[in-house]
């Protein structure tokens, strides 16, 4: 049995969906649908979602949310025109939801309202069951997926039947609708893949894979064939957005691979994810770079002569709200890097005044605009000429290093760069290295 998901590119439109339906019936394993919200149909459009949450900013200020509805409503009663679909039955549908979302139901409902009803819609188009993910998919305050989910999914799944299921949401443990971060139906997706003991997980997008370098930079970008899950996960931490990273976390225990595909071309073969792969003939993956990204140095002599100090001033950057994403330490000093919009200036001023106080530290000082450029492949560490080619292509562009990180992670190089240089730093060394 295989289960697919289709993003908001692939349910955008009528036109769209009549692929969705194609590419179901192709193949009779095709048993489980997740869907998303409808997406852009073209750059200028809105995305369903984001349109949810105007919706609920405004029943927040005690205002009615219906301008704003009224386009979604006339959007989703579009695609059943093109789809030939009675709309009577699915206006009483959006009229409901557009009275709960004034009613103050909050954000994270009205934002899931977009899979919802894209899953109503879908279901009665190809003559599915509906299934709702709430409240069999219960999800953790930490955004985590709560185990008693699958077994929830397993007694409700018959293998007889055909299931459209809305992506990006739950519910809480106590029952009240919550959804996963942007891009949350990938996982929701894992999860169904894992409970239904799935031979494989098609994510169905507008890329025909995963690219080894985003393809807007470069003209002859190459899809990587296959990948394992954790050259994803790595790939993913540094600003690739095909796949949301946190959906390898159900599949990877019964490592079900996961087929990254295209709605718009299904004969391409897309992207394999699997468990394992050899790495003798293409030991690197892809690169990829993130930024948005502040700077934290601090320095004391005999640093870590106490034990317990680096927790202890960890435990003091999450009291201000900063969660480092990357690490780095020396002999008597510290280097953290979180994303910049974690922390206002104020705030940060406040913290390196208590952190300067509390630990009696020499120096402390946070800048800004950062990038981390990542190097990923399986076989990193046997590249013996790696570094050398890393550091010689930034040196032919003149672009300074503010780190280097090999050997933290056997599937990743990690370097720093500064951010009006990310784009040119991951095309010098895609141009290096592949």
């Not at 997406?39 to 369903?48: I, L, P, T």
């Not at 029943?59 to 579009?78: E, H, M, N, W």
């Amino acid at each position: 049995m295989i289960v697919c998901k289709f993003g908001g590119s692939s349910v955008a439109d009528a036109k769209q969906i009549k692929k969705v339906k194609a590419i179901v019936e192709a193949d009779p394993k095709r048993q489980i649908v997740i869907v998303s919200a409808p997406g852009k149909r073209d750059k200028d459009d809105e995305k369903v979602t984001d349109m949810l949450y105007a919706c609920n900013a405004l029943a927040q200020q005690g205002l009615t949310c219906k301008p704003v509805f009224k386009k979604i409503a006339d959007r989703y009663t579009s695609i059943l025109e093109g789809l030939g679909i009675e709309k009577k039955p699915f206006v009483a549908v959006l009229e409901e939801v557009r009275q709960m979302i004034d009613a103050g139901h909050g954000a994270e409902y009205a934002a899931s309202r977009g899979e919802y009803l894209s899953a109503r819609m879908i279901a009665a188009y190809l003559g599915w069951d509906f299934l709702d993910a709430d409240p069999y998919i219960v999800i953790n305050p930490d955004g985590t997926v709560h185990e008693q989910s699958y077994e929830n999914l397993r007694k409700v799944l018959k293998k007889d039947r055909k299931y459209i299921v809305p992506g990006f949401y739950g519910c809480d443990i106590e029952g009240k609708v919550k959804t996963f971060s942007r891009g949350g139906s990938d996982i929701t997706g894992a999860i169904l893949s894992s409970a239904a003991d799935a031979e494989s997980y098609e994510n169905w997008t507008d890329v025909s894979g995963v690219y080894s370098v985003d393809p807007r930079l470069v003209d002859d970008a190459k899809v990587i064939k296959t990948m394992t899950y954790r050259e994803l996960r790595e790939l993913a931490g540094v600003g690739a957005n095909v796949f949301h990273e946190e959906a390898i976390a159900p599949v990877i225990a019964a490592q079900i691979p996961i087929n990254v595909k295209n709605t718009n071309a299904p004969a391409d073969m897309g992207t394999m994810i699997v468990n394992e792969r050899t790495s003798e003939t293409t030991p690197l993956a892809g690169v990829s770079a993130k930024k948005g990204y502040s700077r934290i140095t601090l320095r004391k002599l005999m640093l870590f002569k106490q034990s317990g100090t680096r927790h202890a001033l960890l435990t003091m950057l999450h009291v201000f709200g900063i969660r480092p994403s990357f690490s780095l330490f020396g002999v008597d000093s510290i280097v953290w890097f979180f994303e910049t919009s974690q922390a206002s200036e104020s705030v940060l001023k406040a913290m390196c005044t208590r952190l300067a106080s509390e630990f009696s530290l020499d120096a402390i000082e946070v800048d800004h605009n950062h990038a981390i450029v990542g190097v990923v492949g399986e076989g990193v560490m046997d590249h013996r000429d790696l570094i050398a080619k890393v550091v010689g292509a930034l040196d032919r562009e003149s672009i300074s290093l503010n780190f280097l990180n090999f050997g933290a992670s056997e599937t990743s190089l990690l370097l720093g760069v500064h951010a009006d240089k990310t784009q040119d730093a991951v095309i010098a060394l895609y141009n290096a290295l592949f």
